[in-house]
């Protein structure tokens, strides 16, 4: 090593060899480091709002819990055309504007640590207002809809299972 430390020029043998390692380790980790990043996310790009016979809005929706024990029910619209809505959780009571025609459009719940999503194809008309809901009906069960702006469903499915902590949830009696 001292030799080493000599070769290099370092005058005060190990301890300097110890810091100069120390900021060549932190460089090369930094250099390879810097090298790994992730692959940017395409998201749902809404259309304008410039034609509203053509346009029409999707929003979730939250329902207050029933008692002091559970969490607030937020829907929300999680995905349209297999393109992830941008903060999609976070502003479920933001409309997301679609063009009229045929879409897939993934419905998202979440109460406390349970969710559950659903994909729906739906035939959007133009100038319509469209509302996503769902009805907790146990705990593992739960109805998910779309409803137009008179209140009609426009489509439903019943899901079957809601996942909580990445596993099912599976009802265990003792």
Request: charged share 20%.
């Amino acid at each position: 090593m001292r030799l080493l430390c000599r070769a290099l020029g370092l005058q005060s043998g190990m301890k300097t060899y110890g810091r100069y390692m120390n900021k060549i380790t932190l460089t090369i980790a930094i250099v390879f480091l810097s090298a790994c990043q992730t692959t940017p996310v395409n998201y749902y790009k809404p259309p304008t709002q410039s034609d509203t016979q053509e346009v029409s809005s999707l929003i979730g929706s939250r329902v207050k819990p029933d008692n002091i024990f559970h969490d607030y029910e937020t829907t929300y619209v999680l995905a349209i055309d297999g393109l992830p809505v941008k903060g999609a959780r976070g502003s479920f009571n933001t409309p997301v504007y679609i063009e009229a025609g045929k879409h897939v459009v993934q419905i998202a719940n979440k109460q406390g640590t349970l969710l559950a999503n659903v994909a729906f194809d739906i035939d959007v008309k133009g100038g319509e207002k469209y509302v996503a809901r769902t009805e907790v009906l146990d705990l593992e069960n739960i109805r998910v809809w779309i409803e137009n702006g008179d209140g009609e469903r426009v489509t439903h499915i019943l899901v079957g299972a809601r996942i909580s902590g990445g596993s099912v949830i599976v009802p265990v009696f003792m």
